[in-house]
């Protein structure tokens, strides 16, 4: 991909990178792809595993890799033993860049022949095959991983087609043809990296700043007005502690939230400080965003995910896979441009109901070699055509035979003010099937689960108000927000063991059940 190296170097005469020095990341990217190409020289695909805390050496990284058509495995540098001993037995790198914290991984030396062990490196006849030649002369694999807070860590395989896709998909959304963007996220996630893919292939500025120096009000001399900032839940609801900070974030041209959903609250919040915010919906399967609420509808009122973008199509169906009328709930399912061609190291399991489809696809509609990316996510979509999120299907809560979704009921218990955090969970229960679960953490010390249920009991329907209530000083959440389910019901399980009082009253609604 030459013609990459060829763009960053016009770049150098160009201020668009704020936070790192542009010339010494063209400098560094020239000396990894120099080392790339003589590592190469057997013809081999080289696994890259980048790692890099460094925000200039790991573009550096990601562009030198993708130029020299490398496949590229984008890692967290915090992963913990676990973790990395999970990814080194998956991946088998060739080239580790980066800094692993921990000196115990046993990690296998590759063979040449063991690449083709990998049937995503093999072509039809069972010989190894370069990514150039399995898919396009430009088209490096980018692996992104997905999961980790819980269970097994997986990587979503992309190409430069399908970030880029995702790209233009933004663009034609927002009606911007130049992209700035100020990134304050991992570029290792799917949604830091895409902010330097919007910035670098529509010609648009790119901001890297840590987000401590954001939040101790150590700001970059940039117009906020001419750029996209993009946000994790937790991290607004930080900002917006500092009045300088409100005042900072609401002359943002958009300032994009994901990652994990927002509670009601910090919406009301942010809406009542004119923050231009755009709540959006999609994943790294997606290449970031499919949905996304236009700032404008978000400060009329609206808190779902607004429509979906261009480059995406999006179905609600049954589980008979029938497509669902308007306001009728049901599984989501995505076909996009940006969609992931699988996951690494299979394109295809019987599991994953993902297959590979066209990096050069330019359509939709079901044409062949076009495949739907099937979710657990529930949601419908309203009388203006926006896209509702419930919950998910996994994690609704069957109680007495009536269906319960925890993002209600958490939104219910927000909206009292008394707590700081809130996850309900489901609770297997003899009598009941399962329980409901709130596992809260108080704002102030004089709050009781009595006062929250309470202040709840005009908002939820009986079987919703949570039976189990056990407080905790902090709910187990991931980096981008995202609450650990599975720690949630061990926390659980744990205060049934421990605690003064048995499950089993919890059994009689009428007889509230207090663990603190």
Known sequence: ???????????????????????????????????????SSQNKSLK?????????????????????????????PYWGEREWQQVFDLVQPDIIWGEVKSQKLKVK???????????????????????????TTHSPLIMISTGGSSGKIRFAIHTWETLTAS?????????????????????????GLMQFMRSLTSEGKLAIIPFKSVESGVLPDIDPAEFFISLVPTQLQRLLQTPNLIDWLAQFQTVLLGGAPAWQELLNQARNYKIRLAPTYGMTETASQIATLKPEDFLKGNNNCGRVLPHARVKIVDANNRVL?????????????????????????????VSPCPPDRDRLGGAEGQKELELDDLGFFDERGYLNIVGRNSQKII??????????????????????????????????????????VSKYQSVSPVAI???IADSLSKFKIPKYWIS???????????????????IAILSQESGDRQLETARHPQTPVINT
């Open 109 to 135: 030396k590759q063979k040449s022949e063991d690449t083709a062990n990998h049937s995503l490196l093999r072509g039809s006849d069972g010989e190894e095959t370069s990514p150039s030649t399995r898919f």
């Open 48 to 76: 890259i595993i980048l790692a890099e805390s460094n925000p200039l050496r790991f573009l550096a990284g990601f562009i030198a890799a993708c130029s020299a058509n490398c496949s590229i495995f984008l890692c967290n």
């Open 472 to 490: 905790a000083q902090k709910l187990p959440r991931n980096a981008q927000g995202k609450l650990n389910r599975e720690q949630l019901h061990a």
């Open 399 to 440: 109680t007495g035979g009536e269906n319960v979704y925890p993002c209600e009921v958490e939104a219910a218990i927000r909206a009292t003010q008394l707590v700081d955090d809130i996850a309900v969970i489901g609770l297997f229960d003899r009598t009941w099937g399962e329980i409901v679960v709130a596992i809260y």
């Open 167 to 191: 790209v233009r998909g933004f663009q034609q959304y927002f009606q911007v043809s130049q992209i700035n963007s100020f990134c304050v996220l991992p570029l290792y996630h799917v949604s």
């Open 325 to 353: 009328s308007k306001n009728e709930i049901g599984l989501i399912s995505i076909q996009a441009t940006s969609l992931t061609l699988g996951y690494y190291p299979e394109l295809t399991a019987a599991s994953q109901e």
């Open 453 to 455: 249920k309470t202040a």
């Open 1 to 39: 991909m030459v013609s990459l190296l060829d763009e960053l170097n016009k770049y150098c005469d160009r201020h668009w990178l704020v936070g790192c020095d542009r010339r010494e990341l063209v400098q560094l990217v020239e000396q990894f792809y120099l080392e790339l190409i003589a590592e």
